[in-house]
């Protein structure tokens, strides 16, 4: 099993629709929780970035952490095309080596 | 814009020659890393390196080496390239003033291996 799963998708949804994205990861010394968006042929963008448990919200972005069920999620809300992307988590340990596991992305089509 | 180049950004090579990519940072980040991204994988680490002279060994480092001598580079060389090496590499950053986990990512080297 992977320490961290993600769904590949493509997940294809209208302009504007409310965008759920998921990662499910199995070492529950994880305590730090990334989010990046990766852009055709660059490198990954960091999104939003948690610590712990609990929401955090940034413009039409939120980050959500269910420690107890070891479940991230990313929303996004009122999508748009220029969200067309691939989304991927990245989970670290405080074991102060700063090493971090990434999923393998959820491409995201957002639909004119 | 987390002040982080790769060079070169393409290159195509033969089984069996070296290869050396760079990466440079402007902004003093304390860690750097290497990782590799494949179709089907994601981003899986090579190497990182924690300070001037500090490197560990990631996921993934059979056939690559890596050196940094300086704070702002950071080198890894594939000693005999092989088709399996084909990829686009990443190099990233952190722990700017020791402070954050946050992790800035370079624009990426296309690596082609014949």
């Known amino acids: 099993q992977k320490e961290v799963e993600q769904d590949p998708g493509p997940l294809s949804v209208p302009e504007g629709a409310i965008v759920s994205l998921n990662c499910t990861y199995s070492?529950?010394?994880?305590?730090?929780f990334m989010w990046y968006r990766q852009y055709s042929r660059k490198g990954p963008e960091l999104l939003m970035y948690t610590y712990s448990s609990g929401n955090k919200e940034d413009g039409r972005f939120t980050a959500q952490v269910d420690k107890s069920s070891k479940y991230i999620s990313l929303f996004i809300r009122d999508s748009q095309p220029s969200d067309s992307a691939t989304y991927l988590c990245?989970?670290?340990?405080?074991?102060?080596?700063?090493?971090?596991?990434f999923g393998t992305g959820t491409r995201l089509k957002v639909l004119a | 814009d987390a002040g982080i180049t790769q060079s070169p950004r393409h290159k195509v090579t033969e089984t069996g020659t070296p290869v050396t990519l760079r990466c440079h940072q402007t902004e003093n980040h304390r860690y750097m890393y290497w990782y590799r991204q494949d179709p089907g994988h994601g981003l899986r680490l090579i190497h990182y390196?924690?300070?001037?002279?500090?490197?560990d060994k990631g996921e993934v480092s059979d056939g690559y080496s890596v050196s940094r001598s300086k704070t702002e580079d950071f080198l890894l060389t594939l000693e005999s390239a092989t088709s399996s090496q084909t990829s686009v590499y990443f190099c990233?950053?952190?722990?700017?003033?020791?402070?954050?986990?946050?992790?800035?990512f370079g624009p990426g080297t296309r690596l082609t291996v014949t």
């Open positions: 990245a989970l670290s340990t405080t074991s102060g080596t700063y090493k971090y596991i």
């Open positions: 390196s924690y300070g001037v002279k500090d490197t």
């Open positions: 990233a950053i952190s722990g700017l003033a020791g402070v954050s986990y946050e992790q800035y």
């Open positions: 070492n529950s010394a994880f305590q730090y």
